[in-house]
């Protein structure tokens, strides 16, 4: 017979409950495109009628490791986020700020 998760999670020890949620959370905080617009309640069909192109459109998106960040932005923004491009060193985050107007200036 199955068991609930709450209650297995209820006999484990503070300690490994604690590295669980750590894990759990590392998780939710990186993914690929296709489970964040899952996670995000959407299908593909939504999105791709957000973003006015056909579904098999957003499908092929979501399987490329190399894209324009544009193109990648208009996807997230779709989604209801906003894309940030972030450079972590050894001594440091920097957020690069080249990409906030794509989109804004035709003229460029």
């Not at 709450?6 to 020890?13: G, I, K, V």
């Not at 092929?60 to 491009?85: F, N, Q």
């Amino acid at each position: 017979m199955a068991k609930k998760f709450a209650n297995l999670r209820a006999q484990m020890s503070p300690v490994s409950q604690a590295r669980a949620e750590a894990k759990a959370q590392a998780m939710l905080a990186e993914m690929p495109l296709n489970e964040l617009r899952q996670a995000r309640g959407l299908s593909q069909k939504m999105l791709a009628e957000v973003l006015h192109v056909q579904q098999p459109s957003i499908a092929k998106l979501e399987k490329r490791t190399d894209m324009y960040i544009s193109s990648l932005r208009s996807h997230i923004e779709a989604m209801g986020g906003r894309l940030e491009v972030v450079a972590r060193f050894p001594d440091g985050v920097v957020k690069i700020s080249n990409f906030e107007d794509i989109g804004n200036n035709a003229t460029a």
